[in-house]
Each structure stands twice: as structure tokens, then as C-alpha cells.
């Protein structure tokens, strides 16, 4: 299987999300939702685009408080926190004036479930800085109890699951081995989150590999999906491409 960063249409939505917030006049909030389900691709879009675009990046844990968030993110802009919690929040606020920066929080829900997110708030007031926020499917609806966060957020960005299009684009830069039309027609049936497809691409590349399969197409790929395929199965797939 090669290495390739796909940019499919989440990835795209993305990108130009991020280039609305960084173009937004002084006066306008600048605090961003990224949500969805599981699997689709939301931390390792955030964390490339990050890498590329000088940004920070704190992924939030269970049970993180307002102290530890602030220690993570003076530690990402290069600075040593300090014990107290006002005085770290001091020393990113003097960082964050001096060079601006966008900070990118994924598993924002764990924030949300204990208040910390209104650290978040609070920094994005006295910064100025664009605060994007990423979290599970049901994000947006647990943002909105927290109307005066809310009411910050610029442009909200939902995850979709990928469509054949998508599929298409994800096995042609990741696959060595060649899907035709009505193949990836059913793998998209099969699944759309990028982690199964991954999954299902590797296990697949292996067991063409092993009987000498070239293309896969909507029959073959049916017979090797089998939990195990018996010799009648492999024989059957050999006869074909022999």
C-alpha cells in the first residue's frame, strides 16, 4: 500500500474553511467547528494541515482541565508554563499577540463535558486569535448550551461520509493493486469511513497478492471480503485469471 495524504471533499471543505477564518475582518469572531463521526479523517486532516500551516495543535484528554490545556498549549507555542493557571494564560496571550498563530483543539468534547472549553472562549477574546474546535457528531449540539461560545462561532464544518467519489480517489493514490468501476461501487456500499477502508485496502492488496491477482473487480473483491475463503473460492479466482 503506498503513502499518500487524500484530499477528498472533507479535506477540501476544510481547507477553504480555514482560509475564510484566517481572511476574517478584526471585528469578527474567529472560532471554528469541526465535527463527525468516527473515522472519517478529522484528526489526520487537522494534523497535516497544522504541520503545513505553522499552527497549533492540542488534542484534549479525558479529565483535562483548564490548567493542563494551558500547559499544553504554552508548551506547543515553545514557552514553559508556569504552576499558576493565570499566569501560564498571561504568557500565551503575550506569545499569541506577538506572533499570531491558529490553535487547532481536537476531542473537543472531553472539554465541553467539564467547562474547560470557556478557557478556550476566553483566550480567543483577549487574543484575537482563530480558535478552531473539533469534536465527535454530536459537538454542535453540546457547543449550543454554552449560547455566549456559541454565538463565537464563525463557519461550523460537518464531517460527511465518503461518497464513491471519495472511495475512488482513496484506493487509486493508496492501492497497488488496480479496482475497477463496479468494485469500488461496492466497497463504497460496504463502507465510508476512511480507518475500515484502510483496514479493508490492506487486506485485500494481500490476499490478491498471494494469488497472483492483478484487478480486482466487484466478483473478486465479493470472494476475498470472506472471512476466510476456502480452496474451492481461491481455485475458482485462479481459474479466472489463469
Known sequence: MKKAFIKT????NFVALMENLKKCPANIPKMALVYGGHGL????????????????????NQGMTSRWLLCEIAEELGEVPF????ET????EQNLKANPKIIIVDEIDYLIE????????????????PIVLVGMGMADKKISRYKHLE???????YFEHFNQQDISEIISQLSDIKFSEDAIEYLSIQTNQFRQIIKL?????KLA??????????????ELLNERPNTKTVQKIEQIYA
Do not use: P
Open 9 to 12: 471533499r472533507n479535506v477540501k
Open 114 to 129: 467539564k467547562s474547560t472549553v470557556e478557557t478556550l472562549r476566553d483566550l480567543h477574546d483577549r487574543t484575537g486569535s
Open 41 to 60: 479523517g478529522k484528526s489526520q486532516t487537522i494534523l497535516w494541515w497544522a504541520t503545513n500551516n505553522d499552527a497549533v495543535y492540542v488534542r484534549a
Open 201 to 205: 485496502i490492506n487486506k485485500i492488496e
Open 83 to 86: 504552576w499558576h493557571s493565570q
Open 151 to 157: 454565538d463565537r462561532i464563525f463557519e461550523k464544518l
Open 89 to 92: 494564560f498571561n504568557l500565551i
Open 209 to 222: 497478492k498471494t494469488n497472483n491477482i492483478k484487478e480486482i473487480d466487484e466478483y473478486i473483491l465479493k
